[in-house]
């Protein structure tokens, strides 16, 4: 039976999956919880008990509507999208770039920084395309001469630009990228996961640059659970890549939720306002630790560097404290990222720090 079950798999699954990894995401359990750029606040019960009523309201045995018309017709308003651009919903953006690359051909190239967003590379060897990085400086900005070499020999598809950039918070140089934006015809994908937490973004290029597109998702700002992630570009390339949605992938409970949340939106507003100044504190108190080096950030994380960073990471993790472990990734030597918390779970994470060295 064992030999069997591993016949059927040699013969069916491609080696490259059967090579992959499991995909590991840490459960956390009643731990402080910093490790993946989750929004720590919740909601009133005043907030919660009008969004109740309005769940209660959906109708369970039918299925979503397809297109979610209005959740589409409402972000669209939202966010100012000019008449010539559409928007195409997502199960996160995660699956919007799983629709990306699967418009393309076997072998297609796609390009991105690197260190950025892991879920590129990966999603590329899902649809059996070719990913190729373009490291960064040692700031983690763009070395544009080499990226724009690097584009030109390998001929990309599509260019990621996670801006800003995780896991290394900061904002790209943001001539630098219209530059790449100009000197490509492949499509651009700027991931503004992080809009929220900076007034920086590329909407206002929308219109000038035809192979622009720009994708978010409400996950970092508060609504992790729903999985919605949005691609905003001209409409005749939404329309093809809409056709590789399958059809019912926003169920009705988050079309009906974020529909509400975006109506709704001074919590979550005031939500943003706190978690960006608890940033910049927690930068500031990092930052007066002598054995960290701590990088600059756009985002509800900080990414720094510490020549222990593996001890400090069990260390806080000893403590009911969970962070993210970058260190033995390439470029990310002695790394280490924190998700801005609430101020009690900041707090902690700091002092526990401050004991760590003080020992
Ligand atoms: C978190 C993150 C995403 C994933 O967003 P989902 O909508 O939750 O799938 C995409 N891009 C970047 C850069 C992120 O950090």
Redo the contacts with the bound molecule.
């Keep these: 039976m064992t030999q069997q079950i591993a016949n059927i798999i040699s013969n069916t699954i491609r080696s490259e999956i059967n090579d992959l990894p499991t995909y590991k995401t840490a459960t956390a359990g009643n731990m402080i919880k910093l490790d993946i750029?989750e929004n720590p606040y919740t909601i009133s019960a005043n907030l919660k008990q009008q969004y109740l009523e309005k769940l209660s309201c959906v109708a369970l045995n039918r299925y979503p509507d397809a297109d979610a018309r209005g959740l589409v017709k409402l972000l669209k308003s939202s966010f100012n999208i000019a008449d010539d651009n559409d928007i195409l919903l997502g199960n996160?953006?995660?699956e919007l770039i799983q629709l990306l690359c699967l418009a393309l051909n076997k072998n297609d190239v796609i390009m991105s920084f690197e260190p950025s967003?892991a879920?590129y590379e990966l999603v590329a060897k899902f649809t059996q395309l070719q990913y190729v990085a373009m490291p960064l400086d040692d700031n983690y900005q763009i070395n544009l001469a080499n990226s724009l070499e690097l584009i030109a020999k390998n001929k990309p598809k599509i260019i990621f630009i996670?801006y800003p950039n995780?896991p290394t918070g900061n904002l790209f140089n943001k001539q630098d990228i219209i530059t790449i934006i100009n000197n490509t015809c492949s499509l651009v994908v700027l991931?503004e996961?992080y809009y929220a937490y900076t007034d920086a973004n590329f909407l206002a290029q929308l219109n000038n640059a035809p192979n622009l597109l720009i994708m978010r998702?409400v996950?970092?700002i508060g609504l992790?659970a729903l999985r919605l992630?949005f691609l905003i570009a001209n409409k005749k390339i939404i329309t093809q890549l809409n056709k590789l949605r399958l059809p019912f992938n926003i169920n009705s409970l988050t079309q009906v939720s974020a529909e509400f949340f975006i109506k709704n939106d001074n919590e979550a507003k005031m939500q943003i306002k706190q978690i960006i100044i608890s940033r910049d504190k927690l930068i500031k108190q990092l930052k007066n630790i002598e054995q960290l080096t701590i990088y600059p950030s756009d985002a509800n994380f900080v990414l720094f560097k510490t020549l222990d960073a593996n001890n400090l990471f069990n260390y806080l993790l000893k403590n009911n404290v969970l962070i993210k472990d970058l260190s033995t990734k390439k470029y990310l030597t002695n790394a280490l990222r924190v998700t801005v918390g609430d101020e009690y779970e900041n707090k902690i994470f700091i002092n526990l720090i401050k004991k760590y060295y003080a020992q």
């Design positions: 750029m996160g953006s995660d967003f879920m996670a995780n991931d996961a998702t996950s970092k992790a992630g």
